[in-house]
């Protein structure tokens, strides 16, 4: 078994005077056994002597810091484990504890492109990775009016992503679709 890779897109998610959200999508490669656990650190930044400290191990993608300590400045580490190795770890930060703002939009970087052809029958899903803080609201447009959802098309959107499902594509269902 072989350690698995860093946790994707690892991100603050919301930031107050004594607390740090995170968010994180599982690692693409799980070393070739299942992910089983998360290990989240922190490193005070004032107190880098001190160095990395063990917040918690779980099992889910997301994770709250609390009893942080108002203006102090912090880095956050995720690292992914399976049954007989650790990821390197994915960090994000430093980041100072208070009410902060990051404006609303989606990470594109693992987008190919902003055209998708797709055969007759087969389905269509666009995943867009979220970033903002507060959590940001998001629209799935059609032409020039809101998505409407279905049977065939389904729109979710959770604390790290959205994503548009399009099921058995037909012609009909050609045209610009947006997200805002």
């Known amino acids: 078994v072989d350690a698995p890779e860093s946790p994707r897109n ?7 005077p004594h607390t740090v959200s995170l968010a994180w999508m599982k690692p693409e490669f799980d070393g070739g056994s299942r992910v089983t656990s998360y290990l989240i650190e922190v490193l005070q930044t004032s107190q880098e002597d001190m160095g990395w400290v063990r917040l918690t191990t779980l099992s889910l993608t ?8 108002e203006f102090e400045e912090y880095k956050f580490r995720v690292s992914a484990l399976n049954v007989g190795a650790q990821s390197i770890p994915a960090e994000v930060g430093p980041v100072v504890c208070k009410e902060l703002i990051i404006p609303a939009g989606f990470d594109m970087t693992e987008l190919k492109g902003d055209t998708f052809t ?23 447009l059609r ?11 389904v729109v979710k959107t959770n604390h790290v992503q959205t994503t548009m499902l399009v099921r058995k594509i037909r012609k009909a269902d050609g045209g610009k679709y947006m997200v805002q």
């Not at 690892?10 to 930031?15: H, I, P, Q, S």
């Not at 032409?143 to 959802?149: A, T």
């Open 118 to 140: 797709v055969k007759e029958g087969k389905d269509l899903s666009v995943v867009l990775p979220l970033v903002g803080v507060p959590k940001p609201k998001v629209t799935w």
């Open 143 to 153: 032409g020039l009016g809101k998505l409407r959802e279905s049977d065939s098309v």
């Open 62 to 69: 997301r994770y709250t810091a609390t009893e942080l300590t």
């Open 10 to 16: 690892l991100r603050l998610t919301e930031v107050t």
